[in-house]
């Protein structure tokens, strides 16, 4: 079982650089996150998607753009890069819109120099 | 929206030792009470949740029990071990929304 698969796991950005972030789920879930992570902040919506075709600015938006490719990937995209968006980043999928269990990725660790 | 805090941090427990985090919310609508374990390297994973309507529930060392009053719930793990080290988050909302908001984290650390 697959489940929530994010591409590349560790980037390297120079600042201005641009890059996408690729999260796929195999669950047929219909929605789908991207969080941040950073030390002492715990994890921080960025957008999310509550089912194909919609996207949502969650708690810390600025600075990113989403795509809901499909129902099964959702991509998370730097246009230009800065040193305060280094951090680590998840993408995690549940089956509902409604309160229950998210699945996450294993993230994707980004540096932005 | 939530503003959720956990106590304490850190924790540092000797294995075979019970270890308790807690975690308190603001919003009065929230009915869904999940708590995830973060082991190094990996994502978040649900270890255990309750809903509003049951004061406690258990999964074998693992527990969780909510105080609706106060608004506040907990994570009670006995007899710990050396691989309940990882950092815990707890993420109260209602079960009408789309999004969790989490705590910051509490490290729990085992010592053998």
């Known amino acids: 079982n697959a489940g929530v698969t994010q591409t590349p796991k560790f980037q390297v950005l120079k600042t201005g650089q641009s890059m996408t972030l690729q999260c796929a789920q195999d669950?047929?879930?219909?929605?789908m996150y991207w969080y941040r992570q950073d030390p002492g902040m715990g994890l921080r919506l960025i957008y999310y998607?509550?089912?194909?075709?919609?996207?949502d600015k969650g708690e810390v938006p600025n600075g990113y753009n989403v795509s809901r490719l499909n129902k099964r990937e959702f991509s998370l995209r730097l246009e230009s890069a800065a040193p305060s968006q280094t951090s680590v980043y998840f993408c995690?999928?549940?089956?509902?819109?409604?309160?229950?269990?998210?699945?996450f990725g294993e993230g994707s660790r980004l540096t932005v120099l | 929206g939530e503003n959720v805090e956990q106590h304490p941090s850190t924790l540092s427990v000797q294995e075979g030792d019970s270890a308790v985090i807690k975690c308190t919310y603001s919003?009065?609508?929230?009915?869904?009470f999940p708590w995830y374990k973060q082991e190094l390297g990996k994502g978040p994973q649900l270890i255990i949740d309750?809903?509003?309507?049951?004061g406690e529930k258990k999964d074998q060392r693992i527990a969780v029990t909510l105080n609706k009053t106060a608004k506040h719930f907990s994570l009670h793990i006995t007899e710990t071990q050396p691989e309940d080290s990882a950092v815990y988050f707890c993420?109260?909302?209602?079960?009408?929304?789309?999004?969790?908001?989490f705590g910051k984290g509490t490290m729990l650390l085992v010592s053998p």
């Open positions: 995690a999928s549940k089956t509902g819109t409604s309160a229950g269990e998210l699945f």
């Open positions: 993420a109260p909302t209602y079960s009408g929304y789309s999004t969790l908001t």
């Open positions: 309750i809903r509003s309507n049951v």
């Open positions: 669950m047929n879930h219909n929605s």
């Open positions: 919003d009065s609508a929230s009915n869904y």
């Open positions: 998607s509550a089912s194909e075709g919609t996207t």
